[in-house]
Every structure is written in C-alpha cells, then in structure tokens.
C-alpha cells in the first residue's frame, strides 16, 4: 500500500449508529437518493430485513458494491469492515468507483467502539480514511426504554459527537425534556438536535471533526448544574461554566464562577436518576499537572479501564508549558498534541470529561488530583 494521505486527502467517514428502529435507515436513504452534489460511498454493516438495499435499489444479492445514479455508491458489508475498506480504496485508486466520502452504517445492536478502532489500528485504513464523527439516532418514543434494556444502545449514545433524536413528535414535551437529560448525563459532550429526517441539513452532519484533537470541548452546562448543585459554585476545581458554545475553545479570561447557567434553577425536573452503566464526569482545575505523573497516571488507568472507557477528551493545562495540550482518546488509545498558546488574558485550566462504564469517579479525580504540580 501506499504512504498516508494528507490530511486533507484522506477520505472523511462518518459512523452512523442507533438502535433498530430508530430511523438510520430512513436517513440513509435520504443519503442515497437526494441529489447533495457529494459522491458518498455507504457502507452498511447490516444483517437483516432491514437493509436498504433489498428496499432501495433492485439488484442481484452477491452484488457487493452498487453505484447510483446520484453519485452515490452502496455497498454491503458481508465480511470484515477493513477489508471492505481496503477494497474501497482500490476501487477508487484504480478510477473504478468515485466517492469523497463514507458513511457507514452500523447494525443496530452494535457497539461502535471496535468499529471506530479499525480507523486507528490498522495502518492500510488509518493512512488513506480519517474518522470524522460518530452520529447515534436516538427514538423519542422508545429511546428511554431502550437505554433502560440495552446496554449498546447507552455504548452508542456514550460514543457519539453528535445526537440526532427522531419521532420528537410522537412524545409530549416533558418525556422529550427526560430524555434528553438523560442523554446528557450519559454523555455531556454531544449536541443534541430533534430531526426530522426530511429536512435534516446533511451538511451539518458532515465533516464535524470529532476526533480531531482540535475541535472544541464543549460540555452542556445542564450536565454540571444538574449533577452537582454546588459545581457552578466554590469548588476548588474551579467549576465554572464557560458561556463559550460555539466561539472556538479560546476561554476569554472572564470567569464565570459564581453564576449559573440556563439550567441551574431547575434541578429538580422529574429526573427520575436511571443507573445507567453508561455515564460521564468532568474534571476541572486551575491548577496546572506535573507531565510526567499524569502521564504515569493515565497510563495506569488506560491499563485498568481502558476497555469501559469509551471517549474521553481534554484541553490540559501543564506545568512549564506555554500552550494548552489537547489529548483524547477511544478505549485504550490516547492521542495529545499541543494546542494554542495561552493567551496573555486568559487563566490557564484544566478540562477534561471522562465518558464509560462504571467508571470510579472518585478514583479518577483523587488520582487526577495528585498529578497537580
């Protein structure tokens, strides 16, 4: 195989998950027949009635890849994802098929952790495909009891950049407003946004850059308000809500301590508290870490809990550095690098948000901790 692509060369892929019935095949269709000027490659990983191409499109069955007259391009996945990927690749480099992207779909109980580590793990994919987002349909209507019986789809919602909740219809709004905390609690770093999928604006589900270390940290403020009334207070962490959605992840030195955000004032909203497996938790401090014990530290935590972590991401403030060091991670791999400069007005801190299973919160933090200088 050749050497890796540039960045900017290599084939952007989107992970579509959700549980059965939750309307990933309706917004695929919508990918595969609607004219949207991109040439998107599908890949589904699908074994069942369910899948498009028996509905969609009339063909023979041991017919692995078929082109449409969009541009798109089907394929089904009956054997390993890599080697479905690697065929891809030839395909294209040889003029065969044109695409610019890949969506794949995952089946619907799947857990999209191993799935994602194919595009870390096995160098012919890392070098030509770059894993651009995860995206979980989530069902408002059966969304709660899904997440009470299975423990996937909570894995699906834990592993998302992006939460698409469909049939918000069906479902009166305080059932909505449950869930959609409950989403949050589970993973606190995923916008969530009510779709209907025929007008989902499909460019927003694209080229969102999730795991690019760069991207920003964004934590719902409900997430802190909820779970830990006192965190917007005076917590030595320095908890403090950073009213910076969407500004690039420059904290702009004012401190919001003290003050609370949109939610604070209800925390009491018919939460009934689900122990969910699957949760998040955040740390935070204004103290910087000395590198070489956090390294130490995450190492030996990657070792313990690595397989019940399943995204984890964080802007870190060390001592002796100038700049912020952004690192994340999937199950047992980390990646760092450094960020931007601290700017002259800004306090330097610590963020990170931790998302698994099971995971001992108070291990982490008191661990955390004594990696402060």
């Given at each position: 195989m050749n050497a890796a692509l540039s960045l900017d060369k290599m084939v952007p892929v989107t992970v579509l998950t959700g549980f059965l019935g939750a309307g990933k095949t309706t917004l695929l269709k919508r990918i595969l027949t609607e004219y949207h000027g991109q040439r998107i490659a599908v890949i589904e990983n699908e074994f069942g009635p369910e899948s498009?191409?028996?509905e969609?499109?009339?063909q023979d069955s041991d017919e692995q890849i078929v082109e449409l007259s969009n541009g798109c391009v089907c394929c089904t996945v009956r054997g390993d994802l890599q080697q479905a990927l690697n065929d891809l690749r030839a395909k294209r480099e040889s003029g065969a098929i044109k695409?610019?992207?890949?969506?794949?779909?995952?089946?619907?109980m799947a857990n999209p952790g191993p799935v994602c580590q194919t595009f870390f793990m096995d160098d012919d994919v890392a070098q030509y495909y770059r894993l651009d987002s995860v995206i979980t349909v989530v069902d408002a209507k059966h969304g709660m009891e899904t997440l009470d019986n299975q423990e996937e789809a909570q894995k699906q919602v834990g592993f998302a950049d992006r939460i698409l909740v469909s049939k918000k219809d069906l479902v009166n709004e305080a059932d909505y407003a449950a869930l959609r905390s409950r989403l949050v609690h589970i993973n606190p770093r995923a916008p969530i946004t009510p779709v209907h999928f025929g007008e989902t604006e499909l460019k927003s589900l694209l080229d969102i850059s999730g795991f690019n270390l760069n991207t920003i940290l964004d934590i719902d403020p409900e997430f802190l308000a909820d779970e830990h009334p006192d965190a917007a207070h005076n917590h030595d962490h320095g908890h403090k809500h950073d009213h910076d959605h969407d500004h690039g992840h420059e904290h702009h030195g004012h401190d919001h301590e003290g003050e609370c955000g949109p939610s604070c004032g209800h925390q009491d909203h018919h939460h009934a508290h689900h122990n969910d497996e699957i949760g998040a938790f955040v740390f935070r401090s204004n103290k910087p870490f000395d590198p070489e014990r956090l390294e130490d530290f995450l190492g030996g935590i990657l070792q313990v809990y690595?397989?019940?972590l399943l995204r984890y991401k964080g802007i870190l403030y060390l001592k002796g550095a100038n700049r912020r060091m952004l690192f994340q991670g999937v199950h047992m791999m980390m990646g760092a690098e450094p960020g931007k400069p601290w700017l002259a007005s800004e306090k330097p801190n610590t963020k990170m948000v931790f998302i698994g299973r099971k995971l001992?919160?108070?291990?982490?933090?008191?661990?955390?901790?004594?990696c402060l200088a």
């Amino acid at each position: 195989m050749n050497a890796a692509l540039s960045l900017d060369k290599m084939v952007p892929v989107t992970v579509l998950t959700g549980f059965l019935g939750a309307g990933k095949t309706t917004l695929l269709k919508r990918i595969l027949t609607e004219y949207h000027g991109q040439r998107i490659a599908v890949i589904e990983n699908e074994f069942g009635p369910e899948s498009i191409d028996t509905e969609l499109l009339v063909q023979d069955s041991d017919e692995q890849i078929v082109e449409l007259s969009n541009g798109c391009v089907c394929c089904t996945v009956r054997g390993d994802l890599q080697q479905a990927l690697n065929d891809l690749r030839a395909k294209r480099e040889s003029g065969a098929i044109k695409f610019e992207r890949i969506v794949l779909e995952t089946t619907g109980m799947a857990n999209p952790g191993p799935v994602c580590q194919t595009f870390f793990m096995d160098d012919d994919v890392a070098q030509y495909y770059r894993l651009d987002s995860v995206i979980t349909v989530v069902d408002a209507k059966h969304g709660m009891e899904t997440l009470d019986n299975q423990e996937e789809a909570q894995k699906q919602v834990g592993f998302a950049d992006r939460i698409l909740v469909s049939k918000k219809d069906l479902v009166n709004e305080a059932d909505y407003a449950a869930l959609r905390s409950r989403l949050v609690h589970i993973n606190p770093r995923a916008p969530i946004t009510p779709v209907h999928f025929g007008e989902t604006e499909l460019k927003s589900l694209l080229d969102i850059s999730g795991f690019n270390l760069n991207t920003i940290l964004d934590i719902d403020p409900e997430f802190l308000a909820d779970e830990h009334p006192d965190a917007a207070h005076n917590h030595d962490h320095g908890h403090k809500h950073d009213h910076d959605h969407d500004h690039g992840h420059e904290h702009h030195g004012h401190d919001h301590e003290g003050e609370c955000g949109p939610s604070c004032g209800h925390q009491d909203h018919h939460h009934a508290h689900h122990n969910d497996e699957i949760g998040a938790f955040v740390f935070r401090s204004n103290k910087p870490f000395d590198p070489e014990r956090l390294e130490d530290f995450l190492g030996g935590i990657l070792q313990v809990y690595g397989p019940d972590l399943l995204r984890y991401k964080g802007i870190l403030y060390l001592k002796g550095a100038n700049r912020r060091m952004l690192f994340q991670g999937v199950h047992m791999m980390m990646g760092a690098e450094p960020g931007k400069p601290w700017l002259a007005s800004e306090k330097p801190n610590t963020k990170m948000v931790f998302i698994g299973r099971k995971l001992p919160e108070d291990i982490f933090t008191s661990g955390l901790e004594q990696c402060l200088a």
